[in-house]
């Protein structure tokens, strides 16, 4: 399914441009990249609602950290 394949390669996008912010994620999110791709390969797409929500909720914070401004640091 090309959407699903779509969303993998975004998230793996974005775990490697949050990773300049921070290393909180990047072990957490490649675990779940290879879980994600595992099931691609089977090709069983039942949970693409789910990588969905993950690549949004993902966006959302790696948008944050690059609109962040420290004033008093």
Sequence with gaps: MKEYKKLVDEYHAINEELFNFTEIFYDDISYD????????YDEDYDDIESLRNQVKSFRAILNGMKTMKYIFC
């Design 33 to 40: 990249i290879d879980g994600y791709v595992s099931m691609y």
